[in-house]
């Protein structure tokens, strides 16, 4: 007999109305990846989903492509509108089909989201992140694109799609007639919560009414707007009665605008922090419903559909990071998952900047034609030398493709700059990298060797086939007079609790380093409230949905220091940080009450505190303690040595680059060599 899964709800099969049967319940929700515009792009594609459906996905939500060319989010972006744009498509499904899998295509219009001139929009309304003002629908240009959402539903039909997901979430077209925010209308669709719902449900009925009974129609509903004039709770409630009414198979909720000032999908945010939400609508209808939102880990999907709080979940970034994730699951080795840690820098910043998507713990995502593990042809003896992300993902790898791996690192533990990543208030997730890690060394026989310093002369007698140095960086220190005075403290000595700080505390550095100790200096959790809780409060969410889009003055704890972040450059503060995720990181120290000044020129460090000139005029920063985050240096000591030996030798990661701290090339560069060797 089969034994029994350690997540027996999450991995049993579900019926759809309809008939079909999914083989457990986890949905792939939808991401644009960039491929669908890249050169061989769909094969790339087909490809990708194919992996996740070969992984065990129950369902995977494609896209999302627009019925028109004035619903793309650029000029030039693929669409949905016509047999040709179609019938490229027929290479991803057959894919899918051929790994046992089911795929839907979102079908996304954005609105006053779009980039170009051309938008279109319920009113003529700009867009906070959108760079042009849409023009306002006529309407007939309403009626036609109605028309165009059931084409495009047809065509996805027509090309193999098992259903389509039509998007009425996140701040996109249908979202915008919706909310009282962007839709300004008066005419018979706008005004009334009626009027303003009409536009959903007629592009509902007619997806309906175009496809064959059971094509599988999913509609992706706003359940919390996170803005301001966004919809009311019975509003939602009203539209997801009509939505179900209209024929539509399962709803996907989801939470939040993305033009709103309250991180989501952030590895700050708490794991499942919206569930309570999907729990209450699910409460209110006769139709399948989709939890979604920072939901990594099967343990807690489990919980989640254990206490019926939905019918399925929805990952899409989890499948990124592990296409595996729900075999792994269904064969009791969760502890084999590389779980996705929320970081958004190779997925949502590569999308949100028109570039490929892919996933910093796994950078075969996307590239699964480019980047593949296969056994060597010649098995090696490979040496790596130091065990943060870089060396890790390279060890694991190379020993994954069949090579004899020793993984060498003078620290008592793995990690690197991960070890410090993690201590960091709202990067917990990191930890689950190494986790990972530790698990992979012992599943792929890799020889760790802690505690132990490798010199280049027993590298090189110990006759390995090659030699991967992944020794990472070493902290820059700065020419400040009075640099070694007591009050001065090295970034990784505070973050590791060596050294505390005092109640007024200098940053010499606003790099990434620089803001990851501003947050941690200035963290504070109040006493009594949960992680969600406090969450909420901080950000202002009124999980009650009380107020119209969910949004209330937020009520963050205070600081319990003075703080001053400080850089050279004069510029604002943050500016090289991650797109998706640096707005927020601002946000937190603007709330902290951090004084952020760039155009700093550092002049010496006494008892006095820390003397500069900022733009030119002299200062003292009274301060009990300075804290240097100044930049790093590759560490490359051991280069020179196994040069002289004539040791076959490769330089990755941070000490081949040190400029900002970067895991994702980091451990592209160490996944990379490994299948190269």
């Known amino acids: 007999m089969k034994p029994q899964s350690p997540f027996p709800t999450l991995t049993s099969p579900f019926e759809l ?317 969760a502890d084999e998952i590389n779980t996705c840690i929320a970081c958004n820098q190779a997925c949502l910043d590569q999308a949100f900047s028109g570039g490929e998507t892919s996933c910093l713990v796994n950078p075969r995502a996307g590239r699964e034609t480019e980047i593949r593990i296969a056994p060597a042809k010649r098995r090696r003896r490979v040496a790596v030398v130091g065990a943060g992300p870089a060396g890790l993902a390279c060890a694991v790898t190379a020993a994954e493709c069949g090579h004899d791996v020793v993984l060498y690192d003078s620290a008592g533990a793995i990690g690197g700059q991960f070890n410090l990543a993690r201590r960091i208030p709202g990067k917990e997730e990191f930890a689950e990298t190494l986790r990972y890690f530790s698990r992979q060394i012992e599943v792929t026989g890799v020889d760790l060797r802690l505690g132990t310093t490798a010199t280049a002369d027993e590298l090189a007698r110990a006759g390995y086939d090659h030699v991967v140095l992944a020794t990472g960086v070493v902290p820059r220190q700065p020419e400040i007079d009075g640099i070694d005075h007591p009050s001065v403290i090295a970034y990784a000595d505070l973050i590791l609790g060596r050294r505390p700080a005092g109640r007024r505390v200098a940053i010499v550095g606003a790099g990434g380093i620089g803001f990851d100790v501003a947050e941690l200096l200035c963290h504070a959790e109040p006493p009594g409230e949960t992680p969600l809780h406090r969450f909420a409060a901080a950000w202002g969410i009124d999980l009650s949905v009380q107020a119209r889009g969910g949004v209330v003055p937020s009520r963050d704890a205070a600081s319990p220091r003075e703080v001053w972040l400080l850089q050279r450059k004069d510029t604002r503060l943050g500016q090289g940080l991650a797109k998706t995720t640096g707005w927020i990181r601002r946000a937190v120290l603007d709330r902290k009450g951090v004084h952020m000044l760039g155009g700093v020129q550092y002049l010496r460090i006494d008892d006095e505190g820390l003397h500069v000139t900022v733009k030119g005029e002299p200062r003292v920063i009274a301060c009990d303690t300075v804290v240097v985050c100044a930049g790093q240096q590759s560490r490359t000591d051991l280069s020179e040595g196994l040069e002289r030996n004539r040791v076959p030798m490769t330089v990755i990661g941070g000490a081949r680059l040190a400029a900002e701290l970067d895991a994702m090339r980091a451990i592209d560069d160490g996944v990379r060599l490994a299948v190269r060797l």
């Open 17 to 333: 109305p309809g008939g079909i049967v999914l083989p457990n319940r986890v949905l792939m929700g939808s991401m644009h990846t960039g491929l669908e515009e890249a050169p061989d792009g769909l094969n790339r594609l087909a490809a990708f989903y194919a992996e996740r459906a070969l992984g065990g996905v129950g369902l995977i939500v494609a896209g999302g492509l627009s019925p028109n060319a004035e619903g793309n989010m650029f000029a030039g972006m693929r669409t949905l509108a016509s047999a040709a744009d179609a019938q490229p498509h027929a290479v991803i499904t057959r894919a899918v089909h051929e790994a046992g899998g089911r795929i839907l295509m979102q079908l996304l219009h954005a609105g006053r989201y779009a980039r170009h001139g051309q938008g279109l929009a319920p009113s003529a309304l700009r867009s906070p992140v959108s760079p042009a003002t849409p023009r306002e629908m006529t309407e007939e240009d309403i009626e036609g694109n109605i028309a165009a959402y059931a084409r495009s539903a047809r065509l996805a039909q027509d090309a193999g799609y098992d259903g389509v997901e039509v998007m009425g979430a996140e701040g996109y077209l249908i979202n915008q007639f919706l909310a009282p925010r962007a839709n300004h209308r008066t005419d018979a669709w706008g005004g009334s919560a009626v009027n303003r719902r009409r536009f959903a449900v007629e592009v509902m009925r007619r997806v309906r009414a175009a496809t064959r009974p059971h094509f599988i129609v999913v509609y992706r509903l706003s359940m919390l707007d996170l803005v301001d004039g966004g919809s009311t709770w019975d509003e939602v409630v009203a539209l997801a009665h009509e939505i179900q009414d209209a024929g539509v198979t399962m709803i996907n909720p989801y939470v939040g605008w993305h033009e709103a000032r309250i991180p989501t999908i952030a590895t700050m945010v708490p794991r499942a922090a919206f569930v309570p939400l999907t729990a209450r609508l699910k409460r209110e209808l006769r139709v399948p419903v989709v939890a979604s939102n920072r939901i990594n880990d099967p343990a807690q999907a489990e919980a989640i559909l254990a206490r019926a709080d939905a019918d399925l979940v929805s990952m899409a970034r989890p499948l990124l990071a592990d296409p595996a994730f729900v075999q792994k699951a269904a064969a009791g080795r």
